[in-house]
């Protein structure tokens, strides 16, 4: 799969733009606030009907314009696809694929997979679960028709469980009977979600573990330890045990929302012990387990999105990496750069097609 | 909207509030009224001042009635023994219309929500469980049916009914899900065909 080209008008710092890539390696150079990850941002909307970085539609339109408009031809297997993606401010968002609109943004995602690299994902590490919650469930999401319905509805028992709790503590009385339904729901839906990320982890870990070899060169052992008290034996009745706590905390406080994925390098949570190499490692590693499970499973090579890889990572990891581009283990590539005679100096030794593209003020022309 | 009269603005509003309704179709109506006698507009106004002030639910079942208890509940030749529970008044007439059923009916009123601040103590629910449990001899109820919607919040109170029920010692039962007749196969959604797959039925070729 790849992105053949894409047409910009409106979209954030860009009036109208309209680049032809190239099928392997695509690099965006400019000085910072060109718009070079604005432009790789595009194209995630293409993909995942949104943005990387800004959840709200309406900041992504030029200052003091109305709407935007991102199209992009793909080639899927051969077979050409044109996606827009329209947005005016105050209506719905609109998606089209080869002229037919979709009723639901949510039947998009899958079809054009996409794995972005950027300077915060150690938030990942370091932010609290909810973070590795999110991008474990983003992956499965993606890949698991039954995930993605168990989650909607363990979300929508949850948010009704916690309100009924609420009005438990406001009349200072817990109704058993009342909560029952809701509490069945969730103990049997985080059983099963459960279950599904402990399998998903013993696809997923094998990958990350040797991705991390590769990266960081590092023969220390890494794991992911997923924390969950909702496979454990007696599960449900320590559930009905914590219910007390529930009432005086007037909240939820078991379940799959609780879970965590603890990343360890030689037994120890990389979060306190390891060090920013080691993180910073750690992370791509993650990324790139994910391109690779979606290889596997959706059969295309996801696009890679590389925000300021550059910057970011020391010689011998960027050596390390570009060697896994060089191997042609990645399909397109998208790498943006603020300083152009570094990233050249790197991909100019590649075998591979290599195209640059001088991004000023949202002006994009083409640079070799 | 701008009107030319204060008169035609206010019922346009007061019509527009209709569900369904938006401003020019209320416009449409309004005129319509004036162009037609008089006495059209007074039987409308009547007819509806009526139904707000006469209109009864009836104490049994709580559906929409006439008198005190409504005429299904009053029926000579309807089944005592079953009691159909629905969340609303139009799922009654939609089961009628179907002429497939011949017990009573129980209107819920809702389903239980919590965000929307919907309980047990909202819906007539312990209505449900002493019309049961007074049920005379003769018109002893033996079975429950739940025709609640196909929705979380409709799952939610058919189990919580459910439980409630069990101490009454009654049949329980709930309406089929499935694919719809006349449906393909290939336009059914598949959760749905999934649960059909899941409560198939024996197939009898007597």
Redesign the interface.
């Known amino acids: 799969m790849h992105l053949k080209n894409i047409r910009l008008h409106q979209f954030k710092n860009y009036n109208k733009a309209s680049v032809h890539f190239s099928e392997e390696i695509n690099c965006f150079v400019g000085i910072n606030g060109s718009g070079k990850t604005n432009l790789l941002d595009a194209i995630h909307y293409l993909c995942l009907t949104k943005s990387a970085l800004n959840p709200v539609d309406n900041l992504n339109i030029k200052h003091q314009k109305d709407f935007f408009t991102v199209f992009g031809d793909f080639d899927l297997h051969g077979k050409e696809i044109e996606i827009k993606c329209i947005f005016e401010s105050g209506k719905k968002k609109q998606l089209i694929q080869n002229g037919k609109a979709y009723d639901k943004m949510s039947e998009h995602i899958g079809l054009l997979p996409v794995v972005m690299i950027a300077p915060d994902d150690t938030s990942l590490i370091k932010d609290g679960s909810e973070e590795r919650r999110k991008f474990f469930d983003n992956m499965l999401c993606q890949l698991n ?1 039954k995930y993605l ?1 168990d989650l909607i ?1 363990y979300t ?2 949850l ?3 916690n ?2 709790i609420k ?1 438990f503590a406001e009349k200072g009385r817990w109704n058993a ?2 909560i ?3 509490t ?2 969730i103990m049997q839906l985080s059983k099963s979600i459960a279950r599904m990320r402990h399998d998903f982890l013993k696809e997923y870990e094998p990958l990350l573990i040797e991705y991390y070899k590769t990266i960081s060169g590092d023969q220390e052992k890494i794991s992911i330890q997923y924390e969950t008290q909702c496979l454990e034996d007696g599960f449900e009745s320590t559930f009905k045990a914590n219910e007390q706590k529930d009432f005086i905390l007037r909240r939820s406080t078991m379940g799959i929302h609780k879970d965590d994925f603890v990343f360890q390098i030689s037994e120890y949570p990389i979060k306190k012990f390891g060090s920013q190499g080691q993180q910073k490692s750690f992370v791509i590693a993650l990324k790139l387990a994910q391109f690779m499970v979606f290889f596997k499973h959706l059969n295309t090579k996801p696009i890679l999105l590389l925000d300021d890889i550059f910057d970011k990572l020391d010689d011998n990891r960027i050596e390390r990496l570009m060697k896994l581009v060089a191997d042609h283990e990645f399909g397109q590539l998208f790498i943006s750069d603020a300083r152009p005679e570094r990233s050249q100096g790197i991909l100019a030794s590649m075998d591979a097609d290599c195209r640059f593209f001088l991004i000023e003020e949202g002006e994009v022309t083409d640079w070799s | 909207m701008n009107f030319p009269s204060k008169l035609i603005e206010d019922a346009v509003n007061e019509m527009s509030r209709l569900p369904g309704i938006g401003k020019k179709t209320a416009l449409r109506l309004v005129l319509h009224l004036l162009k037609q006698k008089e006495s059209v507009t007074e039987e409308l106004s009547h007819a509806l001042l009526a139904l707000r002030k006469e209109i009864k639910y009836c104490q049994k079942c709580h559906n929409i009635s006439d008198t005190d208890v409504c005429s299904i509940c009053r029926g000579v030749r309807r089944d005592r023994s079953i009691i159909c529970v629905v969340e609303d008044i139009p799922d009654v007439l939609a089961i009628e219309n179907t002429s497939q059923y011949q017990g009573l009916y129980h209107v819920l009123g809702g389903v ?4 929307q ?1 919907i ?2 103590d909202e819906l007539k629910i312990e209505s449900l469980m002493e019309r049961i449990r007074l049920a005379e001899t003769e018109d002893k109820v033996e079975e429950v049916i739940l025709a609640l919607p196909a929705t ?2 409709g ?2 109170t058919s ?2 009914i459910t ?2 029920l069990k101490a009454l010692n009654i049949k329980v039962s709930t309406i089929a899900r499935g694919i719809p007749i006349g449906g393909e196969l290939e336009y059914t959604d ?2 749905t065909l999934g649960r059909s797959i899941l409560t198939r039925v024996n197939y009898s070729a007597d």
């Open positions: 028709r319905e509805r929508h028992f948010k009704q469980r309100a009924l009005q009977e009342l029952e339904p809701y069945r729901e | 239980i929500s919590p965000i601040g309980g047990p979380m919040e799952d939610t189990f919580y439980r409630k598949e959760v």
